[in-house]
């Protein structure tokens, strides 16, 4: 699908002179270090890929030696480098995006639902940069596991569960003792309620996906989390899933690269392949398109790192992206909420990286 979007864009958009030199990395550290020692050796003046973060380590040392640039797919900050551009959406753009937006709306406190391992680790430290930066706390931290068991368990430990159940019981045991009016009353209502209390945050960010994320979102309403009081917010990747069939998470924000221009390039690319792209293909066709049109400058082909790491950036289909002296890109995403059948647009992606300090 890679060599497919490329392909793609090479027909769409660049001239007689440019040469797209296909080189199988073989999905592995020492595949892709041969590769680009034969990429060097073919002459190459610019290295786009590869996609994993242990071949992008294997393969830099021998694009950088040779004074070439690398534009990788891979969203692991630890692989970027001056030289080393990174494409990937990375968990923390996705995570500063949506955060800064519900800090925007009046919330102040927050906590989050992660896996354990490197992931939930970023995503741990991508939300304490982005609520200190919006002025918000995090006020819950807490790992959840693969079996619907543990993701039960996790969501009821986040939830302060058992302390408003317990808080709950001990006013209804106080007021069953009372005969007057206003006692009898205020039990009655006490009995319809699983809990009294507020969760310890008025804004969830659950970083799940597919069965981990249906588990822990059938979960939200057993341990007494209302969303229509708590913001339920996500990752991109939800844009590929059917999020509205769970009712808790229908009315939950995520950010993701702009959607129209991504729709356009899956028509385009289900055209001419009878297949649906991967969502990476949009990466590829963009990634070349951007070497075509720098390739095709008046002057000579302008792969210099000062060309890739222009301010203003590219527009792709994509969206709007730019790479960064370090290494790192940056995208300009839209927020999305979810609805009962996909999602809609809540906050439009930023047409230009203009008047954003870097």
């Not at 551009?85 to 906590?111: D, F, H, K, M, N």
Request: proline share 5%.
């Amino acid at each position: 699908a890679l060599l497919d979007a490329a392909t793609l864009a090479v027909f769409d958009i660049a001239d007689g002179n440019f040469v797209l030199v296909p080189i199988d990395t073989k999905g592995t550290a020492e595949g892709a270090a041969a590769a680009a020692e034969e990429a060097v050796s073919a002459g190459v003046k610019l290295v786009i890929g590869p996609v994993f973060s242990e071949s992008v380590s294997a393969a830099a040392p021998s694009i950088l030696d040779a004074g070439l640039n690398m534009l990788a797919f891979s969203n692991n900050r630890a692989v970027s480098e001056p030289g080393v551009y990174l494409s990937g959406l990375s968990p923390e753009a996705q995570i500063e995006r949506v955060v800064t937006y519900a800090a925007g709306r009046g919330l102040r406190r927050i906590g989050v639902l992660v896996p354990p391992g490197p992931f939930g680790l970023r995503v741990t430290d991508a939300l304490r940069g982005a609520a200190a930066s919006g002025g918000m706390e995090v006020t819950r931290i807490q790992e959840y596991g693969n079996s619907p068991d543990e993701i039960a368990a996790s969501v009821r430990t986040i939830s302060d569960y058992d302390d408003r159940r317990a808080a709950l019981l001990q006013q209804r045991k106080e007021l069953e003792g009372r005969e007057d009016e206003g006692s009898r009353r205020a039990l009655a209502r006490l009995e319809i309620l699983e809990t009294i209390g507020p969760v310890p945050f008025d804004a969830l960010l659950v970083a799940a996906s597919g069965p981990e994320l249906i588990n822990a979102a059938a979960q939200l309403g057993n341990y007494d989390i209302d969303t229509k009081r708590t913001r339920i917010l996500g990752m991109s990747d939800w844009i590929a899933e059917d999020t509205g069939r769970e009712p808790s998470l229908v009315g939950a924000w995520f950010a993701t690269p702009p959607v129209r221009a991504a729709e356009d390039f899956a028509v385009k690319f289900r055209n001419m392949y009878e297949a649906p792209p991967p969502a990476i293909a949009a990466s590829a066709y963009d990634l070349v398109a951007l070497a075509a049109i720098l390739g095709s400058q008046e002057g000579g082909p302008r792969f210099d790192r000062e060309t890739l790491t222009s301010e203003t950036g590219f527009a792709g289909v994509g969206g709007l992206f730019r790479l960064r002296d370090n290494g790192l890109s940056e995208r300009s995403l839209e927020v999305r909420e979810v609805r009962q059948r996909g999602s809609r647009v809540i906050d439009k992606a930023r047409e230009s990286f203009e008047n954003l300090t870097n």
